[in-house]
C-alpha cells in the first residue's frame, strides 16, 4: 500500500507563532491532497487542498505541496489555542482518500 | 439541514455478537465510505460505494460487512469475526466526481463489553 507519513508529535507552539506540519509519500502518482483537522473525540473536518505545486493561502493557512521531493506541508500563521487538534494529511487514491495518522499540535498561551 | 447522520453515537457489543452502525445522508453524494480510527491512528478505509446495490472492499475488510440497498444509506456490520471492534467508526460521503472532497459524519465509539 502507498504510503502517509507524518510526525505524530506533539508539536507545541507558543500562541502566535507559525506552526509548520509535514507529510511526505511514498509514489510520484498523487495528484491530490488534503488537510484535516481532528478535536479529539470528533470527526474530521476539511481544511485545505491542493492539487499542484506550489502554495495555496486559505486565511492563516498555507499548503505547500512539492511532487518533485514527495511532501506535502501545512502551515499555520499566528496560531491560537483554539488550533490544538491533530491534523491528519490524505491522499486521494482514485476511489477514496489514504490518511496519515496524524500530527498533533498544541498551541500554548 | 443537509449532512451525515451516524447513530448511535455509542455502541457495545458483547463477545460473538453482530452489531450494525448506521450511516445516512442526504447530501445526494453517490459515494460513501466507512473509516475505522483507533486512538493515535490515522484513518483506516474498510468499504466503500460508489453507487447503490455496489461496494469494494478497503484495505480492512475482514470481519465486517456493508450492504448499499439506497443512495442514502450505507449500513456497516461489525461481526464476531472481527476480533477487535473496539475503535471509533466513521461514515463520510462525497460526490463521485471530486470524490477526494470527503464529508465526515459524527462517529461512532463502538467498545466491547
Known amino acids: 500500500q502507498k504510503e502517509v507519513e507524518q510526525n505524530s508529535g506533539p508539536l507545541s507552539v507558543p500562541e502566535g507563532a507559525i506552526a509548520s506540519l509535514n507529510c511526505t509519500y511514498s509514489d510520484r502518482v498523487s495528484q491530490s491532497f488534503f488537510w484535516y483537522r481532528q478535536y479529539s473525540g470528533k470527526s474530521p473536518e476539511l481544511i485545505m487542498s491542493i492539487y499542484s505545486n506550489g502554495d495555496k493561502e486559505d486565511g492563516r493557512f498555507t499548503a505547500q505541496l512539492n511532487k518533485a521531493s514527495q511532501y506535502v506541508s501545512l502551515l499555520i500563521r499566528d496560531s491560537q489555542p483554539s488550533d490544538s487538534a491533530t491534523y491528519l494529511c490524505a491522499r486521494y487514491e482514485g476511489y477514496a482518500l489514504n490518511f496519515g495518522k496524524g500530527t498533533s499540535l498544541l498551541v500554548t498561551p | 439541514d443537509g449532512g451525515i447522520t451516524q447513530s448511535p453515537k455509542y455502541l457495545f457489543r458483547k463477545e460473538g455478537q453482530n452489531v450494525t452502525l448506521s450511516c445516512e445522508q442526504n447530501l445526494n453524494h453517490d459515494a460513501m465510505y466507512w473509516y475505522r480510527q483507533d486512538p493515535g491512528q490515522g484513518l483506516r478505509l474498510i468499504y466503500y460505494?460508489?453507487?447503490?446495490?455496489?461496494?469494494q472492499k478497503g484495505d480492512i475488510a475482514e470481519g465486517y460487512s456493508v450492504s448499499r440497498e439506497k443512495k442514502e444509506s450505507f449500513p456497516l456490520t461489525v461481526t464476531s469475526a472481527q476480533k477487535n471492534p473496539t475503535a471509533f467508526y466513521l461514515c463520510?460521503?462525497?460526490?463521485?466526481?471530486?470524490?477526494?472532497?470527503?464529508?465526515f459524519g459524527s462517529g461512532t465509539q463502538l467498545s466491547v463489553l
Open positions: 463520510a460521503s462525497s460526490m463521485v466526481q471530486g470524490g477526494e472532497k470527503l464529508f
Open positions: 460505494s460508489q453507487i447503490v446495490n455496489d461496494f
